[in-house]
C-alpha cells in the first residue's frame, strides 16, 4: 500500500521561507533536517541546491520558480484579521480576498520564491456567515454545495457554543 506523506517545495533561502511559514502564517516546525524542514501540518521546504543535488545537479534539473502550477493551501476561521496582517506584511498576491462561486472566501499570495499559497475560510465558517445573513438551511446548502447535514450540524454547533 502506497501512503502520501507530503508535499515538498523547493526554496532557494531556507531562513528566509522559513520564517515567512512560520512568522506570517503561524506554522511551526516539526522537523528541521538542515537542508530541509517539516512543518507541522505536513508540507517542507527543502533548499534548492541540495534537492537539486539528490536529483543529479541543477544542469539537469533547473529549479523553476513562480511556475503557478501548484499551491499550498490553508484554511483559517478569521480570514479577515489574516487578510490585514498580510496586507500589512506586503505580501506579493495572486489575487486579495474575495468569494469563490460556493461563497467561500479566499486570497491567494506568492510565498518568497513565488509558490502560491491560498488561505482560505473553513467551510465551517462560510456556512455559519450564510446562516447569520439569514439565509435558509435549505439556500445555505445550495449555496455552499455542502450536504444539508453538515449545514445543520454546523449551525447546531455553533448555536450550542453560544449558550455555552
Known sequence: ML????????????????KFYEDLLGQEVKFDFGEN??????????????????LGGPADFPVRFKANNAELYFETE?????????????????HPLRAQ??????????????????IG????AVVWRFHQQGMSLEDVAAKSS???AFVEQVIRQHEEDKQA
Do not use: C
Not at 524542514?37 to 539528490?54: C, M, R
Not at 475560510?121 to 465551517?124: D, G, N
Open 78 to 94: 478569521d480570514i479577515e484579521n489574516l487578510a490585514a496582517r498580510l496586507d500589512d506584511a506586503g505580501v506579493n498576491y495572486v
Open 3 to 18: 501512503k502520501f506523506i507530503s508535499p515538498l517545495i523547493v526554496v532557494a533561502d531556507l531562513a528566509r521561507s522559513r
Open 37 to 54: 524542514v517539516t512543518f507541522k501540518g505536513d508540507f517542507s521546504i527543502h533548499l534548492a541546491p541540495h534537492f537539486q543535488g539528490l
Open 121 to 124: 475560510e473553513t467551510m465551517e
Open 101 to 118: 462561486p460556493w461563497g467561500q472566501r479566499v486570497l491567494r499570495l506568492y510565498d518568497p520564491d513565488g509558490h502560491i499559497v491560498e
Open 146 to 148: 455542502m450536504p444539508a
